[in-house]
């Protein structure tokens, strides 16, 4: 079975550009979840999913932040325009359904660096 | 509001000894305790959860850690360091028991496994 997959794994792009970062999550998982690590600071949670809805997006820093997942499957973040703060480690997670405890798998991260 | 402090950013350790990686929490509600492992160019993946059953948790790879609620810890132990645990090890707590919901992490430790 296929992990969770994001590209690119990484990116560079100059201030004030545009990048969209993709997460596929485990096939049949409901819940995506987007994590970001700034560097040598903690990993923070960004938004939640569940299917196509946002079911929590009180972690996204500003409004040039922009999550979608279309169908419920694959995700997407878009960053618009980029400022340098915005480099660290994107994390993707997908779980099932919430039925008691179920565990999020990780993805390996997409590194963006902005210049 | 919850939280995670992770003492050390990087700890070595030789082959064959001790490995103790400190956490401590602070939750305003019972709390769900998790540690996560990184290896280089991999994703997150969980190591072991502490989700209010037994207090000493056992997880993969030899790893165990003890839920200390008057102490508010959660310390990861391996009685005899292997070379392959060198990686990066996070801590977390969630006030719910599921998936990636709303896990604050800590810091994060590098483990340096000294030959």
């Known amino acids: 079975e296929a992990g969770v997959t994001q590209f690119p794994s990484h990116s560079v792009i100059e201030k004030g550009q545009t990048v969209t970062l993709r997460c596929d999550p485990i096939?049949?998982?409901?819940?995506l979840y987007w994590y970001r690590r700034v560097m040598g600071k903690e990993i923070k949670f960004l938004l939640h999913?569940?299917?196509?809805?946002?079911?929590?997006e009180s972690g996204m820093p500003n409004n040039r932040f922009l999550a979608e997942r279309t169908g419920g499957t694959y995700s997407t973040l878009k960053v618009q325009p980029a400022e340098l703060e915005d480099s660290g480690v994107y994390f993707c997670?997908?779980?099932?359904?919430?039925?008691?405890?179920?565990?999020?798998?990780f993805g390996q991260g997409t590194r963006l660096t902005v210049v | 509001a919850q939280s995670v402090t992770q003492l050390g950013s990087h700890v070595s350790v030789s082959e064959g000894a001790l490995v103790l990686l400190r956490c401590n929490y602070s939750?305003?509600?019972?709390?769900?305790l998790f540690w996560y492992v990184q290896y280089p160019n991999q994703g997150l993946q969980l190591l072991l959860k502490?989700?209010?059953?037994?207090?000493l948790v056992k997880g993969i790879n030899g790893f165990e850690a003890e839920f200390k609620k008057s102490e508010t810890s959660f310390h990861l132990t391996k009685p005899s360091a292997h070379m392959s645990d060198a990686a990066e090890y996070f801590c977390?707590?969630?006030?719910?028991?599921?998936?990636?919901?709303?896990?604050?992490f800590g810091k994060g430790t590098h483990l340096i496994i000294q030959p």
């Open positions: 977390a707590v969630s006030v719910t028991s599921w998936g990636a919901d709303g896990l604050t």
């Open positions: 096939s049949g998982h409901d819940n």
């Open positions: 939750s305003s509600v019972p709390p769900y």
């Open positions: 999913f569940v299917k196509e809805s946002k079911q929590d």
């Open positions: 997670a997908s779980s099932q359904d919430h039925q008691g405890w179920t565990e999020a798998f």
């Open positions: 502490y989700t209010s059953a037994a207090t």
